[in-house]
C-alpha cells in the first residue's frame, strides 16, 4: 500500500496548481509517497492520483462547527486523579466555574470523568455518570452553549452526557473498549472522535512498539473508521486522532506530530490532544505538568501548520491568543 502525506504550507503566496488542503486556507503542491519498506519520496501533487480528492475535499461541519478553520477543544476534567488537572474540578462548583471560563476561549467543551493518564484504572460507571452529567446539565441551564463532548469510552456515560445536553462522543478507545457506544453514536446521529491507542490505560506505558508508528497509528484509525461506518456512523461525522501518549513513547509521539497531516487522507477532521503530556515535560525541561503550558502552545500551532482542524488543550486562553497570532501572520481570519 502507498501512503500519501501532503507537504502543507501556509504562506499566502501559492505556486500554480495547489491544492486546498481539506477546503482550508492552507494548501500543498507536493506530498510525500511513503510505503513499508522502501525510502519516502517528496513527489509532486498530482503523483498521488485519486488519493488527491479525499485530501483536498471540504470536511463536513462537526457538531456545527465549520471545519475550515482550526477549532479548540478545552479540557475540564471532573476526577479526583488526572495527570495535570486531577481533584481540582472536582467539585461542581469548581467544574462549572472552570466550564464556563473555558466556554469563552474555546469552539469545543471537552468534559471528562475517568482519568486514561498512564497507569489509571477504570472508574464505575455509575461514580462517572454522577461526575459528569450534572456538570453537563448545569452548563446547559447556564445557557452555555458552546458544543460540548464526552470523554468517555462507556455507552451508558455517553447517553447520560447526550440526555443532559451533550453534543460529541469523544472515545480515547475508539468505540473498541464498550461494544453499546458504536450502536448509540450510530441511533442518537451525534458525531465522534475516534482516537487511536495501543493496550490499556494501566499497561500501555510499558513498552510500546510498532512496525511504522506513523503508518500503523494510520492503518489502526482507518479500520475504526471502517468499524464505524459498518455501524452507520458516515464518516462525515467522525474525527480522527493519532491518541498522543497512548500506547507510544516520546520517539513515536515526535513521529506522530512530524507526520500529522497523513491522516488528512482519511478523509476526517484530525484532531491533536498533545496538551501537558509527558513528552512536552521531558523536552521542554518542565517536571510540572501544570507547567507545560508554552510546550503545549506550541506544539498545538506545529498541529495547527499541518491542517489539523481540533485542538485540544487545557490551557485554552493561551491557546486563543497563539492561534490568533499564527492565523494573522499566515493571512487567515484571526
Ligand atoms: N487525551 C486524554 C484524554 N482524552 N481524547 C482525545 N480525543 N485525545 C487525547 O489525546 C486525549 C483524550 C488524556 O489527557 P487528560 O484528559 O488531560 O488526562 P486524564 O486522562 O488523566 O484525565
Known amino acids: 500500500m502507498i501512503y500519501w502525506r501532503p507537504l502543507v504550507q501556509s504562506d499566502l503566496s501559492r505556486p500554480r496548481g495547489a491544492v486546498p488542503l481539506a477546503g482550508g486556507a492552507l494548501w500543498f503542491s507536493q506530498v510525500e509517497r511513503l ?13 498521488a492520483g485519486s488519493a488527491l480528492d479525499v485530501l ?10 465549520a471545519m475550515d478553520r482550526p477549532r479548540i477543544m478545552g479540557i475540564l476534567n471532573v476526577t479526583p486523579d488526572s495527570f495535570s488537572d486531577g481533584g481540582r474540578f472536582l467539585a461542581p462548583q469548581a467544574a462549572l466555574a472552570q466550564a464556563r471560563a473555558m466556554a469563552e476561549a474555546a469552539d469545543i467543551l471537552d468534559i471528562g470523568g475517568e482519568s486514561t493518564r498512564p497507569g489509571a484504572l477504570p472508574v464505575p460507571v455509575d461514580e462517572e455518570i454522577a461526575r459528569t452529567a450534572p456538570v453537563i446539565a448545569a452548563l446547559r441551564a447556564a445557557g452555555v452553549a458552546v458544543p460540548i463532548s464526552i470523554d468517555t469510552r462507556k455507552a451508558a456515560v455517553a447517553k447520560a452526557a447526550l440526555a443532559a445536553g451533550a453534543d460529541i462522543i469523544n472515545d480515547v478507545a475508539a468505540l473498541s473498549y464498550d461494544p453499546a457506544l458504536g450502536p448509540l453514536a450510530a441511533a442518537q446521529g451525534v458525531p465522534v472522535v475516534l482516537m487511536h491507542h495501543q493496550g490499556t490505560p494501566e499497561t500501555m506505558q510499558a513498552d510500546p512498539r510498532y512496525d511504522d508508528v506513523l503508518l500503523d497509528v494510520f492503518d489502526g484509525l482507518a479500520d475504526r473508521v471502517a468499524a464505524a461506518e459498518a455501524l452507520g456512523i458516515p464518516r462525515s461525522r467522525i474525527a480522527v486522532d493519532p491518541g498522543i501518549g497512548f500506547g507510544k ?7 506522530l506530530i512530524r507526520g500529522l497531516s497523513l491522516f ?7 484532531l491533536l490532544g498533545a496538551s501537558r503530556k509527558r513528552f512536552i515535560g521531558v523536552i521542554g525541561g518542565a517536571e510540572a505538568a501544570d507547567a507545560r503550558m508554552p510546550g503545549s502552545v506550541a506544539v498545538a500551532l506545529a498541529g ?3 491542517g489539523v482542524q481540533i485542538v485540544r488543550v487545557h490551557d485554552g486562553t493561551e491557546t486563543r491568543q497563539a492561534l490568533r497570532l499564527w492565523q494573522a501572520v499566515n493571512g487567515g481570519e484571526a
Open 264 to 270: 488528512h487522507g482519511l478523509g476526517c477532521p484530525v
Open 35 to 47: 510505503e513499508r519498506g522502501r525510502a519516502p519520496q517528496v513527489v509532486p501533487a498530482a503523483e
Open 304 to 306: 495547527v501548520a499541518q
Open 56 to 65: 483536498a475535499a471540504p470536511r463536513a461541519d462537526f457538531a456545527g462547527l
Open 249 to 255: 513513547t516520546v520517539a513515536h509521539n515526535l513521529a
